[in-house]
């Protein structure tokens, strides 16, 4: 791929972040990520968003999702934030704790790029453009193998809002299944996106 970054939002080229970041996880975690890159530019490129921040939100977006737990509640306790995420686990602590990381350890301050991180997961009630476009290409990245991928893939390259519905929905139906604890932001996202009662705000 023939990406070169303009130097607005990272230091590095698009090969040295690579490196950064595989170095963070398993050869198998990285192929995902470089399955939602390919598919956030994708996904960008059909809805006039911005190539760039979606290649590198894409790339950090799981940057702390192999680190230990011990040291994402130390993370909590220094940085005082909320007591309440540590029973969730890190799958709702990567995208919040891996935001600040980011700016930490590989010097990315913008924004924009950091939400798309911090509300990979589960969305939020106020998304940009670059947001969903993460959310989704986690979802739909040519790795994903579920019953309803195919489905998701469809939805998101026809209607973007739609996709971060159909996931949304199927997502916290999959963990209601699962009996495991639902995040807040989640529920507020299902009630944001899904929602009959609210679909006008999002169309
Ligand atoms: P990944 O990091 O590429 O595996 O994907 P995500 O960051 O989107 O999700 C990580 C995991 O968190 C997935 O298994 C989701 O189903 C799960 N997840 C999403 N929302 C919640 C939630 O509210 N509670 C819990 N317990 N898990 C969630
Ligand atoms: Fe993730
Ligand atoms: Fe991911």
Do not use: C
């Not at 540590?86 to 301050?109: M, S, Y």
């Amino acid at each position: 791929m023939k990406l070169i970054y303009s130097k607005k939002y990272t230091q590095y080229t698009r090969l040295e972040l690579m490196e950064k970041v595989s170095a963070q996880m398993s050869k198998k975690r990285f192929t995902h990520v470089l399955g939602v890159e390919e598919t956030a530019i994708k996904l960008a490129q059909m809805n006039n968003g911005d190539v760039e921040k979606a290649s590198i939100a894409a790339l950090v977006h799981d940057y702390a999702k192999e680190r230990a737990d011990e040291e994402m509640i130390a993370f909590i306790h220094s940085h005082h934030l909320d007591e309440e995420l540590i029973i969730f686990g890190n799958n709702i602590w990567h995208g919040i704790i891996g935001a600040e990381l980011i700016k930490l350890e590989l010097g990315i301050h913008d924004e924009e790029i950091l939400n798309a991180v911090r509300k990979h997961t589960t969305g939020d009630m106020v998304m940009s453009l670059l947001d969903k476009i993460i959310y989704v290409a986690d979802y739909i990245e040519p790795n994903r193998r579920f019953p309803l991928v195919e489905q998701a893939r469809k939805i998101a390259f026809e209607n973007l809002n739609e996709a971060v519905k159909f996931e949304t929905k199927h997502t916290l139906e999959y963990l209601i299944k699962q009996e495991a604890l639902i995040y807040p932001k989640t529920i507020t996202t299902y009630n944001t996106w899904v929602a009959t009662v609210n679909r006008h705000l999002n169309k």
